[in-house]
């Protein structure tokens, strides 16, 4: 995942704009994370209606009181604004944990070929190693919990995603539904084969 930023600089938005320029600072920042790629453009109606679904789901997945593994994950804006105003007017609102690309980087436009990004705004989730998990629309950050089930299985080891540590009262509940769920589909649920 480092390697598609390797060379490259990364800055954090925040009110000092700090520049990730060494590759030890982006290594670091991006190593062993997921990285939602967020392709948009602060003149697009559909980017400034989707952007608060968008910070709240991120807030949501950044924060230890919903997610058990909130520091993996990282938001690297890629504008597709026609200006540098645009793209400054567009993060002025956005949290202080996204990262963009400088607006002269070509790599911006690069992007936007290699991961087929027909339509804005469009969210692109990258593994640690770099490979797609999904290209994602606007409907699917409805439900951050959705998504933050397919951060923590991202992080689980193998012999974790059995009977991983709940994160709510009501989860246990709600995987025997699934459960149960399944096994009244024909399939079959792993150390549950004597209760039905």
């Given amino acids: 995942m480092v390697s598609l930023f390797s060379g490259r600089v990364l800055i954090r938005n925040n009110s000092d704009q700090d520049e990730l320029d060494t590759e030890a600072e982006v290594t670091r920042r991006l190593q062993n994370r997921l990285v939602l790629l967020f392709f948009g453009a602060g003149d697009c109606p559909r980017c400034r209606a989707f952007v608060p679904v968008l910070k709240d789901f991120f807030v949501r997945l950044t924060d230890e009181f919903y997610v058990l593994r909130a520091a993996q994950v990282v938001l690297v804006y890629v504008s597709q604004d026609a200006t540098e105003e645009q793209q400054d007017l567009?993060?002025?609102?956005?949290?202080?944990?996204?990262?963009?690309?400088?607006?002269?980087?070509?790599?911006?436009?690069?992007?936007?070929?290699?991961?087929?990004?027909?339509?804005?705004?469009?969210?692109?989730?990258?593994?640690?190693?770099?490979?797609?998990?999904?290209?994602?629309?606007?409907?699917?950050?409805?439900?951050?919990?959705?998504?933050?089930?397919?951060?923590?299985?991202?992080?689980?080891?193998?012999?974790?995603?059995?009977?991983?540590?709940?994160?709510?009262?009501?989860?246990?509940?709600?995987?025997?539904?699934?459960?149960?769920?399944?096994?009244?589909?024909?399939?079959?649920?792993?150390?549950?084969e004597g209760l039905f």
């Fill in 90 to 192: 567009f993060l002025k609102d956005m949290p202080d944990k996204w990262l963009f690309l400088p607006f002269e980087d070509d790599l911006r436009r690069d992007l936007g070929r290699q991961f087929s990004v027909e339509r804005l705004p469009a969210v692109v989730v990258l593994k640690p190693c770099g490979d797609v998990i999904r290209r994602l629309g606007t409907a699917c950050f409805a439900n951050w919990q959705e998504a933050a089930d397919v951060l923590d299985r991202s992080f689980l080891q193998p012999e974790d995603l059995e009977d991983p540590e709940p994160r709510s009262l009501t989860e246990p509940l709600r995987r025997r539904k699934y459960r149960k769920d399944k096994a009244a589909r024909g399939g079959r649920v792993p150390g549950e």
